[in-house]
């Protein structure tokens, strides 16, 4: 069966400090892989996805980025964190265009 | 992009009463799901529905995609039922998400 891995749980970080979050799939192969970001009481904004290793589309300009070195790993990173990065970061993985499943998601705190 | 209104904004339900909660889009898709999210913050995915009807459980879902629209019914509602209800619809591999019912179920 298939399984989504995503670490750490919880982090708290300063502001100006780098980031980086990581999400591994096993079980399936080329999955479309997703990182969202929750801000406290709200929905999801899609910031990221890939379709393929290598290969990242980005969503909303800001100062982080993405990664897929591998094809079930996928690398959420930033160089200096802000506080308005703090939220809710869920991973994601989808074969083609059918159902998600999340991850456990990270809840980052920049202070 | 693609706009999704998600209605009523809260709910609150005595244990084994039944609901509707409605999705809207704003334009032809051809991927729509449902998903609850628990206290926790775990999203759970409950149906994937770009047309048509399906049930699992008390829980069923109908989406008239001519229409733009999509229904998500609780029945006998249960206190673990409550929690945020997402809708999200795309094309093209994306999902955007609406800003969800928040669900409360009293015993």
């Known amino acids: 069966s298939q399984t989504i891995h995503q670490w750490p749980a919880t982090l708290v970080q300063p502001v100006g400090s780098p980031l980086s979050l990581e999400c591994t799939v096993e079980?399936?192969?080329?999955?479309?892989l997703y990182w969202y970001r929750q801000a406290a009481g709200r929905g999801l904004q899609l910031l990221f996805y890939?379709?393929?290793?290598?290969?990242i589309s980005s969503e909303v300009p800001q100062n982080l980025s993405a990664s897929r070195p591998q094809d079930r790993q996928f690398i959420l990173s930033s160089k200096k964190l802000l506080l308005s990065d703090s939220g809710f970061y869920l991973c994601?993985?989808?074969?083609?265009?059918?159902?998600?499943?999340f991850g456990s998601g990270t809840r980052l705190t920049v202070v | 992009g693609i706009q999704v209104e998600q209605s009523p904004p809260d709910l609150i339900l005595q244990e084994g009463a039944n609901s509707t909660l409605r999705c809207n889009f704003s334009?032809?898709?051809?991927?729509l799901q449902w998903f609850h999210q628990n206290p926790w913050g775990q999203l759970i995915n409950l149906f994937y529905?770009?047309?048509g009807t399906k049930q699992n459980g008390r829980l069923s879902a109908t989406t008239v995609a001519t229409e733009r629209y999509s229904l998500l019914y609780i029945s006998s509602s249960q206190t673990t039922d409550s929690g945020v209800y997402f809708c999200?619809?795309?094309?093209?591999?994306?999902?955007?998400f609406g800003a969800g019912t928040t669900v409360t179920v009293r015993a």
């Open positions: 999200a619809v795309g094309t093209d591999y994306k999902l955007s």
């Open positions: 079980g399936t192969s080329n999955p479309n």
């Open positions: 334009d032809s898709v051809n991927n």
């Open positions: 994601a993985w989808a074969q083609g265009n059918y159902g998600y499943t």
């Open positions: 529905i770009p047309s």
């Open positions: 890939s379709v393929g290793i290598g290969q």
